[in-house]
């Protein structure tokens, strides 16, 4: 029990430290992959409170999200390696602001919420893992097929916005103008 | 104990692939060669290239290490010799080998070389090529054996091997396990005639040992995890079961080496594209094949 | 040239002889990896396996322990040599074979003449310096003023932001960053950011009032690639010792991601025209030598024009030895470049089958070329039916449409019927057959080649054994010649002026001429996998181009 509050402790500590480095470091690349490790904290926090397979699903998830992130990153941000000494805050004062008072709600809930009975002993991983097979295939499988399918049309969309409208017959560029060549031949 | 030998049986066996690598490669059998590679790279001058990003470079070497052997951890040998068979044993080797990626990219960022850099991006630009295919046929073994204990799924092949069983997800799984290993014909990040090394590029001396050490036991881990999933495990006549083990993990990793010598380096758009238009497509499939052979034979 | 042993090595690693550092040295002896200055193609035109020297061919020089200078090196090869030298991480040394010592480089620690027995010695000698001398108390240090750069400050956020002291940038008060001013050379090394390219202005644009940098702002005036993202573009050397591509050609790309933008060959071995007057026999050495790839063919050319000027009539029994030698060496030369496609596709079995029969066929008199038949059409039926390397050819660097003056393998596989063998007499006589393949992309050049092989193959069965071309006898003639050859890589001219047996005016008109400025186009817009095996495909040999 001492060692399993050590450890929770441990890896919650380290993530809020790569929490902070996000926030700390120049480089957007050394950003994300602070993002990565304090979420892989995080699910070194669940692998100590006996839940392995969220635990492991966490840091499985992560590793390929936040190194996606870093590639937009320096997809899109100039001197993405953080030459030039770039601060990453913005907004200071809202972000403070914003910050405590979420914090704070965090913290009101985990002590005031009515968490019910306690377990003396966590059910084994296998047990665990069946378990929740069980609850996402069962009542829960309405709300995770709901999201996924939100999810994969929000997707969809967002790359459709982000492809430039194309109008026949005006040069914007290479592509543009094959593509535009290629409507009037179909048009025609 | 158990941590020993496989760590040992880890070392030896990339020995004997550099060895075989090197015959490969050189026509000679030469048995000392990786060792002396190794020796003379501990001599060598480290050079740092200029401005580096030095948190990632030191640490991309060590990390890919520390990937491939902590797979190689929840892989049973033989029912007993395993570090850890977890519970969510199939998953957790998902997770870990998802840190390759992070430790390419870190590779690449790291030295601040072109090459070094576009090796590192390509890689996660291939990330749905590989990954998927690994993910996907690992949850059809699981469903037949209806666990994630690793030791189970072997277990679960007794009366016949997932290779006779589901020889599709097999075959996307050897391919996507080599192209996760990024071994030629798949090795993109590297790509010696393209990048000049890629993420190799700038690494010399110690840390150059540690990243092609890294990637052997990486051959050596994938090559376990496809004896695990796909050969049977343990299980054979005759011979112990740590033999076959042996026998099995090896013969899938030459048999790695022998089709990246004899095939030239894929086109990245092509493996991206197979990979979305028939890989996943052919994993779903599998997926739905199994579930139903799972439903219909009892 | 004389053998000598260099008493120290030159590139020794700083440290005191101890017993650790002796085993290392011995491993390092046995574990020689060496970087070929022009590159390994060159090595294998000049006959040298390394593999049965026992070394090992290095793709960068970080992986490199011996650097390899492979014949007379141009001043900016040499000057190039340099740079590859001081990334070489210690120890490490210089061997250099048959010509002089490149003048950018510390001495050379073992020098050998240019052939098998003599590397071999050679690679023993240096096994032995670096068993014993890889560490020396205090080693020299390398410097020269080629590898001096001047540092400049730039914004990262501004690109027209450029100062000569560190600070903060005028417009938008971040710290400046210290980059290489015009380096190019260094390989290796760039900037994340590389904002190299300077020859875009994105003009003045405010932050908008809250001080946030809107990257929609900041992109905006960018250019954009294909795709229409606005990215960073980085500008980056490809050669001219490069693994993929041929040595002393120089392509410079910029790349957008891991696409192409544009893109620019340049070759650093190109024929320079000779100012002095030369004998005739020394001019066709020279040529022979200047041409590393091709000796024999730019050796028949300049016999030709020679006695052309001499005003010698062609004698049949002396041009069906020179033309089954061309034809060995077409041979030999569709080989290396199947050995370099091979190295660029890290395509290993390829690399070491062609390298193997390129070696063999170098040697073979006709008889030997006939026992060779069986193996090289076992090569070309297997390649043709390997898997991946159709996909990877088919429809890459196909040559736009009205591309002028192609030469050669190109050429005819684009559908031209040009070949200069057409109207050659002997090659009438012996049956020459023209093959053309029509579609004019990289997998076209493959199948050329291949069909080429064998048809080279037939000729030089019907014409018997190859003899080396020799100037025939003649005393001091003056006048004009002009001889065209066709060479492996395509039809190739030159016109002379002798006086009283000297040379005195030379116009050679290179083979690849026309071919190096196909690279630009057939690069643009292509991934970068793509734009190497385009410009791979042409097989250029920068040494055949006039500069």
């Not at chain 3, 010698?312 to 077409?330: C, K, M, S």
Request: charged content about 20%; overall charge negative; aromatic content about 6%.
């Amino acid at each position: 029990m001492v060692a399993q509050a050590f450890f929770v402790g441990v890896f919650g500590l380290a993530a809020i430290g790569f929490g902070v480095a996000v926030f700390r470091t120049a480089s957007m690349v050394r950003s994300a992959l602070a993002l990565l490790f304090s979420q892989a904290a995080v699910g070194c926090m669940f692998l100590a409170m006996q839940a392995e397979f969220l635990g492991v699903l966490q840091i499985m998830m992560m590793a390929t999200e936040m190194s996606i992130m870093a590639i937009f990153m320096v997809m899109f941000m100039m001197d993405p390696g953080g030459l030039g000494g770039m601060d990453m805050s913005h907004q200071k004062r809202f972000s403070i602001g914003a910050g405590a008072i979420a914090a704070t709600t965090a913290i009101s809930v985990a002590l005031f919420s009515d968490w019910g009975p306690i377990f003396a002993e966590a059910p084994d991983a296998a047990m665990q893992t069946r378990e929740l097979g069980f609850e996402m295939l069962d009542r829960s499988m309405l709300i995770f097929e709901t999201a996924a399918i939100t999810i994969l049309t929000a997707m969809i969309a967002a790359t459709a916005v982000a492809i430039p409208v194309r109008q026949p017959g005006v040069d914007t560029g290479k592509l543009d103008k094959e593509n535009g060549d290629k409507e009037q031949e179909a048009s025609k | 104990m158990t941590v020993a030998i496989v760590l040992l049986t880890l070392l030896v066996g990339a020995w004997l692939l550099a060895v075989i690598e090197a015959w490969l490669t050189t026509g000679r059998l030469r048995p000392v060669a990786p060792l002396l590679a190794g020796l003379s790279h501990l001599g060598r001058e480290s050079i740092l290239a200029r401005k580096p990003d030095r948190l990632f470079f030191e640490t991309a070497p060590v990390l890919l290490l520390v990937v491939a052997v902590l797979g190689a951890a929840v892989l049973p040998l033989t029912p007993d010799l395993v570090i850890a068979d977890l519970a969510t044993g199939a998953l957790f080797l998902n997770a870990v080998l998802a840190y390759v990626l992070v430790s390419l990219i870190m590779a690449g960022w790291g030295p601040n070389g072109a090459y070094a850099m576009i090796g590192g991006w390509r890689f996660l630009g291939q990330l749905i090529a590989y990954s998927m295919l690994i993910v996907m046929p690992i949850t059809a073994t699981a469903m037949r054996a209806e666990s994630l204990l690793n030791s189970v799924i072997v277990e679960s092949q007794a009366g016949l091997w997932n290779i006779v069983y589901q020889p599709l997800g097999f075959v996307l799984f050897f391919i996507a396990a080599m192209a996760l290993a990024f071994r030629s014909p798949f090795d993109l990040p590297t790509a010696p005639g393209e990048l000049a090394g890629g993420v190799d590029a700038e690494y010399t001396g110690v840390r150059l040992t540690v990243l092609r050490l890294a990637r052997l036991v990486m051959l050596i881990t994938l090559s376990a995890a496809t004896t695990v999933f796909f050969l049977g495990g343990w299980q054979g006549p005759l011979l112990p079961p740590w033999a076959w083990s042996l026998i099995k993990t090896l013969a899938v990793a030459v048999s790695m080496l022998l089709v990246g010598y004899y095939l030239p380096r894929i086109r990245e758009a092509d493996l991206l594209g197979w990979c979305w238009k028939f890989g996943i497509p052919l994993a779903l499939l599998n997926i739905l094949i199994v579930g139903l052979l799972i439903l219909v034979v009892p | 040239m004389m053998t000598e042993v260099a008493t120290t090595l030159a590139g020794a690693r700083k440290g005191r002889p101890s017993i650790l550092r002796r085993w290392v040295g011995q491993a390092l002896a046995r574990n020689l990896s060496c970087l070929v200055v022009p590159g390994p193609e060159v090595a294998l035109a000049h006959g040298l396996n390394l593999a049965a020297a026992d070394m090992r061919i290095a793709a960068t020089p970080r992986d490199a322990t011996v650097l390899l200078v492979v014949g007379e090196l141009s001043q900016k090869l040499d000057e190039a040599t340099a740079v590859l030298y001081a990334q070489m991480p210690r120890p490490r040394a210089i061997l250099v074979l048959g010509g002089s010592e490149p003048s950018s480089l510390p001495k050379a620690d073992v020098s050998a003449d240019l052939s098998q027995t003599e590397l071999m010695e050679a690679a023993t000698r240096l096994q032995r310096l670096l068993a014993e001398d890889a560490f020396a108390a205090s080693p020299d240090d390398f410097d020269s003023s080629i590898l001096q750069t001047k540092t400049e400050y730039v914004c990262p956020m501004h690109p027209e932001v450029v100062e000569d002291e560190p600070g903060s940038c005028p417009k938008c008060g971040m710290d400046l960053v210290a980059r290489e001013a015009g380096g190019d050379a260094d390989a290796g090394e760039h900037d994340h950011s590389g904002h190299g390219h300077g020859d875009h202005d994105h003009g003045d644009h405010d932050h908008g009032s809250s001080g946030f940098m809107s990257m929609v702002e900041v992109t905006k005036d960018l250019p954009r690639s294909a795709d229409g993202l606005a990215m960073d573009w980085l500008e980056v050397p490809f050669g001219p010792c490069f693994p993929g591509l041929p040595g002393g050609l120089r392509l410079t790309l910029t790349l957008d991601g891991d696409g192409v933008t544009e893109g620019q060959a340049t070759s650093l071995v190109a024929m320079g025209t000779p100012s002095e007057e030369v004998a005739v026999e020394t001019f066709i050495e020279r040529l022979a030598a200047a041409t590393p790839l091709a000796p024999v063919s730019y050796r028949l050319l300049a016999c030709r024009a020679i006695e052309q000027a001499a005003g010698l009539e062609p004698d049949p029994a002396v041009e069906r030895g020179r033309a089954a030698a061309l034809e060995r060496e077409r041979i030999a030369s569709h080989l290396g470049w199947l050995a370099q496609l091979g190295r660029q596709l890290s395509f290993v079995w390829l690399t070491r089958r062609a390298a193997a029969l390129q070696l063999e066929t170098q040697r073979a008199d006709g008889e030997q070329l006939v026992v060779l038949r069986p193996a090289l059409q076992a090569l070309i039926a297997r390649l043709e039916h390997t898997p991946l390397l159709k996909a990877r050819l088919k429809g890459i660097g196909a040559l736009p449409h009205g591309s002028q003056d192609l030469r050669g393998p190109v050429a005819r596989a684009s559908g031209r019927t040009e070949d200069a063998r057409q109207a050659d007499a002997m090659y009438c006589e012996l049956g020459f057959e023209l093959y053309i393949e029509g579609a004019g992309d990289a997998w076209a050049r493959f199948r050329q080649r291949h069909v080429e092989i064998v048809t080279s193959l037939d000729l030089v069965e019907a014409a018997g054994d190859p003899e080396l071309p020799k100037l025939r006898a003649i005393d001091s003639p003056s006048g004009t010649g002009e001889a065209t050859v066709e060479t492996p890589r395509g039809r190739s001219t030159l016109q002379l002026t002798l006086e009283r047996g000297q040379v005195v005016s030379v116009e050679l008109d290179g083979a690849c001429r026309q071919h190096i400025g196909l690279a630009a186009d057939l690069v643009e817009g292509q991934e970068l996998g793509d734009a190497l095996v385009a410009v791979g495909s042409l097989d250029l040999s920068p040494w055949e181009v006039s500069s």
